[in-house]
């Protein structure tokens, strides 16, 4: 680990990625920094319980879908007058829609140590469940990591419709309950009736289920379903394409490492 996890007469707070679901997904430090923390506060909305499983008997845990920010900015008081040593665990990776950077600020005006241990992301998880490389060769070598607005409102630049345009692979997050407006802007945008799009439940998760479908039938593919949350769509040729081989292992391409076959 970067650094111990308690600093005598010191608090530290630790923002953990605990990854998409699956207990065995957390990386080793966040397992590590869950198990020496004196404070666990964990997201028991989107986290297995068997992910904090290893905190300490005498540690304090708390379920941060319980608490509001002052909430925990309280723990974060404590953890400064106490020499605390606390873990924040959330969802997939912290620096991906985890409210994160609001905390690091708290932090900051406390006088705190923080650090951040990155996590798995679901969109990691998703791509591994539906089976498919994200960035294909002369496909899609970009992948766009978004959501439709829906209570949290949107940057003006930043349309769904817009980013459509560019006809690679598309993550939605937090967009499955609005599934025709979803499907009508990405048609607006571009994207084929025919593009292939993968629809991931609780990627990792115990009751994970994967539905695909092409775009024109993913308003009705998410309706079906009844899926509104825990939900990542996955829009783009890159699903879909076969046959493609990378330079990299090519044998009449050459780098550093190995020389180009004659």
């Known amino acids: 680990m970067t650094?111990?996890?308690?600093?005598?007469?010191?608090?530290?707070?630790?923002?953990?990625?605990?990854?998409?679901?699956?207990?065995?997904?957390?990386?080793?430090?966040?397992?590590?920094v869950i198990a020496a923390a004196d404070v666990v506060v964990w997201a028991a909305s989107l986290v297995m319980a068997d992910t904090v499983a290893g905190a300490r008997a005498d540690a304090e845990v708390l379920d941060s879908s319980r608490l509001t920010l002052e909430d925990v900015c309280a723990v974060y008081d404590r953890a400064a007058?106490?020499?605390?040593?606390?873990?924040?665990?959330?969802?997939?990776?912290?620096?991906?829609?985890?409210?994160?950077?609001?905390?690091?600020?708290?932090?900051?005006a406390r006088g705190l140590d923080w650090e951040i241990v990155p996590g798995v992301s679901s969109l990691a998880a998703a791509a591994a469940a539906v089976g498919r490389e994200l960035t294909v060769p002369e496909v899609a070598q970009s992948v766009i990591l978004t959501r439709f607005a829906t209570a949290t409102p949107m940057p003006g630049n930043e349309d769904l419709r817009a980013f459509?345009?560019?006809?690679?692979?598309?993550?939605?997050?937090?967009?499955?309950?609005?599934?025709?407006?979803?499907?009508?802007?990405?048609?607006a945008g571009g994207y084929p009736l025919d593009t292939p799009c993968a629809v991931v439940y609780r990627a990792s998760w115990p009751d994970e289920a994967v539905y695909r479908c092409t775009l024109?039938?993913?308003?009705?593919?998410?309706?079906?379903?009844?899926?509104?949350?825990?939900?990542?769509?996955?829009?783009?040729?890159?699903?879909?394409?076969?046959?493609?081989?990378?330079?990299?292992y090519a044998p009449d391409f050459g780098h550093e490492f190995r020389r180009a076959a004659p």
């Open 164 to 187: 459509a345009a560019h006809g690679t692979t598309m993550a939605l997050f937090l967009s499955a309950k609005r599934g025709r407006a979803v499907q009508r802007e990405l048609l």
């Open 216 to 248: 024109d039938e993913l308003a009705a593919t998410l309706r079906d379903a009844k899926l509104h949350k825990h939900t990542l769509i996955l829009v783009g040729p890159a699903l879909d394409a076969g046959g493609r081989r990378s330079h990299l």
């Open 3 to 32: 650094g111990a996890v308690r600093t005598p007469g010191r608090g530290k707070v630790w923002f953990v990625g605990a990854g998409p679901g699956a207990p065995d997904l957390i990386t080793v430090r966040g397992a590590a």
């Open 81 to 108: 007058a106490e020499g605390l040593a606390v873990a924040r665990v959330h969802s997939g990776d912290p620096t991906l829609w985890g409210a994160v950077g609001e905390q690091i600020e708290q932090c900051d």
